[in-house]
């Protein structure tokens, strides 16, 4: 990490080279979420057979972390059951890739969001019940709360 980029090698490899970007047009489940403090929308489609989320792609409109945080939950998730993506955390991939600078740790929110989103959409066609609660996005100036 040099002095001038406050990013973790990983954090700069995911944005130089996203993994899962894309759309899958079967999606099972797709979720937008969007940040209006700082112009960062991710869109994140789920493929999901037998409770076990099989692929998934993301499109990610802004900056650097925004693609790395999108790109590293899309690989924290596949393959995974979807009792398992619940549990992933804002923090959870903030750590994965290394830490974030505070400033940028709305990201991973976004990413934690994305996600769920996306889940969320997959139960509602699914006609079930959504198995967790649904967290607001909130900002105090240029802060998530």
Known sequence: MSAELPYSEKVMDHFSNPRNV????DASGIGTVGNPVCGDVM????????????????KTFGCGAALATSSMVTEMVKGKSID???KVTNKAV???????PPVKMHCSVLA???LRSALKDYFQKQG???PFQIKEHKHEGEKCL
Request: charged fraction near 30%; avoid cysteine.
């Open 112 to 114: 934690e969001e994305a």
């Open 128 to 130: 079930k019940p959504i």
């Open 43 to 58: 869109k994140m489609y789920l493929k999901i057979e037998n409770n076990i989320i099989v692929d998934v792609k993301f």
């Open 84 to 86: 398992d993506a619940l």
């Open 94 to 100: 903030a750590e994965a890739l290394g830490g974030l």
């Open 22 to 25: 894309g759309q899958i047009t």
